[in-house]
């Protein structure tokens, strides 16, 4: 990052107090995805009323295990409960059928055997419907879980709440009965809601939706994430008993914050597809064959299979439930597109329906744009907020279904927030504006939120200040449309008007781009004063290598160019999109075809062998720790080959913290092919960064890795920190 060591003018500090009041949400920190891995506790409530059709048990049991090789986090557990009604001494209106346990590999899959227990009860036996029972059960049980993790009841019925049979109402007229049973529902439902138990009902045949979304609403409603309204819990039913199934992972997909589609469906033997977003950094596809005999292959979007074991640079695979009626293939970092499931079955296991869906959690990347960044009281500010995927790449439109984006203004002489209602434009660009508040005067914060299901949120800060009309120092920066290819260049038009009585040098930089082989010449501009405007021409360069894949189809570069002045306050800024690259065709392809051929008859082997000595020497980049302000505390070459883990701690001595090499460190580091690092603390799953982006390291301390040797220059930074050098107070 670079920072300015200029004197504070009024504006500068100004721009620096608001920094230091969000330190937290400016600092560009990547940390790992704890939404999936945190554990969940499940009580799924089956319905074994006399009232099920045939088939409708069945159905009860697949689904059970659907969630079994759906759930992300080993550490989550599951029990399951069949409910009826006791009408009669000695019975029970509750069964315990699978007791609590962890879903880790065993459990995943003992689960889906101890579910065939599940049964329909016979009128003899207590063929009611005791919502009430169950409830107070599975809060009871789910009351021994950790009240720091989420504890979710999935409650399957085909009917109303029914206990006309019931011992414990017998000595009641039919109106008191109906009367009392409501008063303990609406008992045990509070319970459930002080007990932190959410309440997810699924209901099908006969099932009164109004009263099962009336018992989700009376139970705890924090879902996943409290900024969703999506993620409250709430009634699903399935209109047919095949679609059960489908219903429950729609329940435990929102519960869990994750996004689901749906592919196809087909009696096997055949082959189904299902796409799977770039906006997904985990998914799991979902197979519900119907019958353990029908057999699934996965291809992935190359048409590469994957096998059991199967591991990559970039992905890991896990299978789970093969030779069962429902399986799942969980994908860390999935390859984006369309994934095959190809189906085999024996003669006689051919009547039931086979569909694909998936269970996918991801993460998307945004920056603010400002119209203004010193407004006056009163003025009207215009607030962008462009997104892209992890891929840098605009998400399609069927990606953006979902997504939210929201705005908040606050600083000094401001109360209440300001809302900013943001719209987008399909393309993937949101768009709203706010008058600056009369009492504005002093600091502003413009921030950001994306948020969906499915998405880690992505929350993004932007300070600036209020300023008084007339200023000294004022820029315009015309960036144009432009379509290039790496190794090209395009000009844009800075306008600066300098009113002030003395010289002023501008900073050009980039914010916001993950992009490593952009440049800007000039990077300094010096304006001397004067009353007239003056125009320069800046050059934006596209390197041959941009730290992310260039494709045919033109790419919008995400980020924007920020000009500021000596105290580091921002002039003007200028979002990167209306700048696409692609990948340059070939006008002569017979020629490239001949070459190739050429190639690989007459150097295959010397290439091969030349790439594998120079991947072994060439350099892993260099760690660096940062305070939160971005400025830097220690830096660690690592030179060894890529293959591997580099091992390594984080020592904090004092103020100097520093970086170790340690073959047993708690740390590990390796880059993949794409040029990202994974970090791994510990025994936790390992997080992808891109080159200069952060990891928290503990308090106060941010972990990055940036390449060490590069074929163009990194991109010229802004800090919104820049304003900060020297002063007094930090």
């Given at each position: 990052?670079?920072?300015?060591?200029?004197?504070?003018?009024?504006?500068?500090a100004l721009?620096?107090?608001?920094?230091?009041?969000s330190?937290?949400?400016?600092t560009p920190?990547?940390?790992?995805?704890?939404?999936?891995?945190r554990?969940?506790?499940?009580?799924?409530?089956?319905?074994?009323?006399a009232?099920?059709?045939?088939?409708?048990?069945?159905?009860?049991?697949?689904?059970?295990?659907?969630?079994?090789?759906?759930?992300?986090?080993?550490r989550?557990?599951?029990?399951?409960?069949?409910f009826?009604?006791?009408?009669?001494?000695?019975?029970?209106?509750?069964?315990?059928?699978?007791p609590?346990?962890?879903?880790?590999?065993?459990?995943?899959?003992?689960?889906?055997?101890?579910?065939q227990?599940?049964?329909?009860?016979?009128?003899?036996?207590?063929?009611?419907?005791d919502?009430?029972?169950?409830?107070?059960?599975a809060?009871?049980?789910?009351?021994?879980?950790?009240?720091?993790?989420?504890?979710?009841?999935?409650?399957?019925?085909?009917?109303?709440?029914?206990?006309?049979?019931?011992l414990?109402?017998?000595?009641?007229?039919e109106?008191?009965?109906?009367?009392?049973a409501?008063?303990?529902?609406?008992?045990?439902?509070?319970?459930?809601?002080?007990?932190?138990?959410?309440?997810?009902?699924?209901?099908?045949?006969?099932?009164?939706?109004?009263?099962?979304?009336?018992?989700a609403?009376?139970g705890?409603?924090a879902?996943?994430?409290?900024?969703?309204?999506?993620?409250?819990?709430?009634?699903?039913?399935?209109d047919?008993?095949?679609?059960?199934?489908g219903?429950?992972?729609?329940?435990?997909?929102?519960s869990?914050?994750?996004?689901?589609?749906?592919?196809?469906?087909?009696?096997?033997p055949?082959?189904?597809?299902v796409?799977?977003?770039?906006?997904?950094t985990?998914?799991?596809?979902?197979v519900?064959?119907?019958?353990?005999?029908?057999?699934?292959?996965?291809?992935d979007p190359?048409?590469?299979?994957i096998?059991?074991g199967?591991?990559?640079?970039?992905?890991?695979?896990t299978?789970?439930?093969?030779?069962?009626?429902?399986?799942?293939?969980r994908?860390?970092?999935?390859l984006?597109?369309?994934?095959?499931?190809?189906?085999?079955?024996?003669?006689?296991?051919?009547?039931?329906?086979?569909?694909?869906?998936?269970?996918?959690h991801?993460?998307?990347?945004?920056?603010i744009?400002?119209s203004?960044?010193a407004p006056a009281?009163?003025?009207?500010?215009?607030?962008?907020v462009?997104i892209?995927?992890r891929?840098e790449?605009?998400?399609?439109?069927?990606?953006?279904?979902g997504?939210?984006?929201t705005?908040?203004?606050?600083?000094k002489?401001?109360?209440?927030?300001?809302?900013?209602?943001?719209?987008?434009?399909?393309?993937?660009?949101?768009?709203?504006k706010v008058?600056?508040?009369?009492?504005?005067?002093?600091?502003?914060?413009?921030?950001?939120?994306?948020?969906?299901v499915?998405?880690?949120?992505?929350v993004?800060?932007?300070?600036?200040?209020?300023?008084?009309?007339?200023?000294?120092?004022?820029?315009?920066?015309?960036?144009?449309?432009?379509?290039?290819h790496?190794?090209?260049?395009?000009?844009?038009?800075?306008t600066?008007?300098?009113?002030?009585?003395?010289?002023?040098?501008?900073?050009?930089a980039?914010a916001?781009?993950?992009?490593?082989?952009?440049?800007?010449t000039?990077?300094h501009?010096?304006v001397?004063?004067?009353?007239?405007?003056?125009?320069?021409?800046?050059?934006l360069g596209?390197?041959?290598?941009?730290?992310?894949?260039?494709?045919?189809?033109?790419?919008?570069?995400?980020g924007?160019?920020?000009?500021?002045?000596?105290?580091?306050?921002?002039?003007?800024?200028?979002?990167?999109?209306?700048?696409?690259?692609?990948?340059?065709?070939?006008?002569?392809?017979?020629?490239?075809?001949?070459?190739?051929?050429f190639?690989?008859?007459?150097?295959g082997?010397?290439?091969?062998?030349?790439?594998?000595r120079?991947?072994?020497?060439?350099?892993?980049g260099?760690l660096?720790?940062?305070?939160p302000?971005?400025?830097?505390?220690?830096?660690?070459?690592?030179?060894?080959?890529?293959?591997r883990w580099?091992?390594?701690?984080?020592?904090?001595?004092?103020?100097?913290?520093?970086?170790?090499?340690?073959?047993?460190?708690?740390?590990?580091?390796?880059?993949?092919?794409a040029?990202?690092?994974?970090?791994?603390?510990?025994?936790?799953?390992?997080?992808?960064?891109?080159p200069g982006?952060?990891?928290?390291?503990?308090?106060?301390?941010?972990?990055?890795?940036?390449?060490?040797?590069?074929?163009?220059?990194?991109?010229?930074?802004?800090?919104?920190?820049a304003?900060?050098?020297?002063h007094?107070?930090?």
């Open positions: 990052m670079t920072s300015s060591r200029g004197r504070y003018t009024r504006l500068g721009f620096a107090t608001a920094a230091v009041m330190t937290a949400a400016l920190t990547a940390a790992a995805d704890e939404s999936t891995d554990p969940v506790h499940y009580v799924v409530a089956v319905d074994q009323s009232s099920l059709g045939a088939g409708d048990v069945e159905r009860e049991r697949e689904a059970v295990g659907t969630i079994a090789v759906s759930e992300p986090s080993s989550s557990t599951l029990e399951v409960l069949g009826a009604s006791a009408d009669e001494p000695g019975q029970t209106a509750v069964d315990k059928v699978c609590p346990r962890s879903l880790d590999a065993l459990g995943r899959e003992k689960t889906p055997d101890c579910a227990r599940l049964r329909r009860r016979e009128q003899h036996e207590g063929a009611g419907t919502f009430i029972e169950v409830i107070r059960q809060v009871t049980d789910l009351s021994t879980a950790p009240d720091t993790d989420p504890r979710v009841l999935f409650l399957m019925t085909d009917g109303v709440l029914d206990v006309r049979g019931s414990k109402y017998r000595n009641l007229d109106r008191s009965a109906r009367e009392a409501r008063k303990d529902l609406a008992d045990v439902l509070a319970d459930a809601a002080a007990a932190k138990v959410q309440i997810w009902p699924l209901g099908f045949g006969e099932a009164d939706e109004k009263a099962l979304g009336r018992m609403g009376a705890y409603q879902g996943c994430d409290a900024h969703l309204p999506d993620a409250r819990p709430r009634p699903h039913m399935a047919s008993p095949e679609k059960i199934g219903a429950l992972q729609d329940a435990f997909a929102t869990r914050c994750l996004y689901r589609d749906e592919g196809g469906s087909r009696r096997p055949g082959e189904l597809a796409r799977i977003s770039p906006l997904a985990e998914g799991t596809i979902v519900e064959k119907g019958d353990p005999a029908v057999t699934a292959a996965y291809y190359r048409g590469r299979r096998e059991p199967a591991r990559d640079d970039d992905s890991t695979y299978f789970t439930g093969q030779g069962r009626a429902t399986e799942s293939l994908i860390t970092r999935p984006p597109g369309s994934w095959r499931v190809e189906l085999a079955a024996p003669e006689g296991h051919r009547d039931r329906t086979a569909t694909v869906s998936v269970l996918w991801g993460a998307v990347r945004s920056t744009s400002l203004e960044y009281p009163g003025s009207e500010v215009e607030m962008r462009p892209l995927t891929e790449t605009r998400p399609a439109p069927r990606d953006l279904r997504i939210t984006v705005g908040t203004l606050t600083g002489g401001i109360g209440t927030p300001v809302p900013i209602r943001l719209t987008g434009d399909g393309r993937g660009r949101f768009t709203g008058t600056v508040p009369q009492q504005a005067s002093g600091a502003l914060m413009f921030t950001s939120r994306v948020s969906a499915g998405l880690r949120p992505d993004r800060s932007q300070p600036a200040a209020v300023f008084t009309p007339g200023k000294s120092l004022e820029a315009a920066l015309a960036l144009g449309g432009a379509s290039l790496p190794g090209q260049a395009h000009d844009a038009k800075l600066v008007s300098n009113k002030d009585t003395r010289p002023h040098t501008l900073t050009l980039f916001g781009t993950e992009a490593t082989g952009l440049t800007l000039p990077r501009i010096t001397q004063p004067g009353a007239g405007a003056r125009e320069f021409t800046v050059t596209v390197g041959d290598r941009l730290g992310f894949p260039v494709r045919a189809e033109p790419t919008s570069l995400g924007k160019i920020v000009v500021t002045d000596e105290s580091g306050a921002v002039l003007v800024d200028q979002l990167l999109d209306p700048v696409a690259v692609s990948v340059e065709k070939s006008r002569l392809p017979w020629i490239v075809a001949g070459v190739a051929v190639v690989l008859a007459a150097g082997v010397l290439v091969l062998l030349f790439l594998r120079r991947a072994a020497v060439r350099p892993r260099t660096v720790l940062e305070d302000w971005g400025r830097e505390l220690a830096v660690h070459p690592v030179l060894d080959g890529r293959g580099y091992r390594f701690d984080i020592v904090e001595e004092g103020d100097s913290p520093r970086v170790r090499r340690a073959d047993q460190g708690e740390w590990a580091m390796r880059r993949t092919p040029g990202d690092a994974e970090l791994r603390r510990g025994t936790a799953e390992p997080v992808t960064v891109r982006e952060g990891l928290s390291a503990g308090d106060d301390l941010v972990l990055k890795v940036v390449d060490a040797v590069a074929a163009t220059p990194p991109p010229d930074t802004w800090s919104p920190y304003s900060e050098a020297g007094p107070d930090l």
